[in-house]
Every structure is written in C-alpha cells, then in structure tokens.
C-alpha cells in the first residue's frame, strides 16, 4: 500500500463546495497530493493524462454521470488507470445505486456529508487492496 503522503487522488464533483470539502478532508488525512475535476468529461481527461492513486467520485453529474466515467475507466482498453481505486460519495446511497456502482467496479460507497474520520476508514479499506466485488458502504 501506497504511503498516505505519496498518494495522489482525483477528487470528480460537479459542486465545487462538496469538492472544497472533500479535498479539506484529504489533506487533513495527510494526502500528499489531490486534484479536481468538475465533470465527468475533465475527470477522463486527467485519468488519462496522468495517473492517480485514488479517485473519489460523485454519482450524480450533468455531463457525463459517476456511472459513465467508471464505465470508461473499468474499460480495460483505458489502460492501466482501469485498476484504480474508487470511493463514490453520494447523497443517494440507495440500494440500486450501490447494485449498480458494484458492477461498475466501484471499491466503496461513502454517503455524503461525511468527515475526515469516514474517509480515513474509506481509505484504510480501499487501499488496503480489498475485492472489487465486495463493495464497502460506510
């Protein structure tokens, strides 16, 4: 596993609040370094120009949706980027959602709000090298 203060995570959030506050809480945690995305779109681009460590990824987007950026993402032609950890935070942890993000190959669900503290344990699963078929909801 990857030191907390070499890991370099994509924070994808279409609110630039709920980015702000995700981004606190990572540095917080001691992260080394973390970038945003405000869309679906920007988030692919920067997947596929540099690579991450971690992503972190709302489910709901206007232009291209949370399912829509892993269903590039898990594409094995993207690459070794399709291998990367996902937390999705999201306000809608509904039962089809997590059934959906799970296909999707989404590492763990982390309901919004949350603290620093969720995160940590988000963190502490996923990057411990769970099963992607065992999805966590924190």
Request: charged content about 20%; overall charge neutral.
């Amino acid at each position: 596993m990857v030191g907390a203060e070499r890991l370099r995570a994509l924070v994808i959030d279409d609110n630039a609040h709920a980015r702000a506050i995700c981004l606190m809480h990572l540095r917080k945690l001691g992260i080394g370094e973390a970038e945003e995305a405000a869309t679906g779109a920007e988030a692919i681009l920067r997947l596929m120009s540099a690579p991450f460590g971690l992503v972190i990824l709302d489910w709901y987007m206007p232009d291209i949706s949370g399912a829509g950026v892993m269903q590039v993402l898990r594409d094995r032609r993207f690459g070794p980027a399709s291998a990367t950890p996902v937390i999705l935070m999201t306000a809608y942890p509904s039962v089809e959602n997590c059934d959906r993000a799970r296909e999707l190959g989404v590492s763990a669900v982390l309901p919004k709000p949350f603290t620093s503290a969720d995160l940590g344990v988000a963190l502490g699963r996923v990057l411990a090298g769970g099963k992607r078929d065992e999805l966590v909801l924190l």
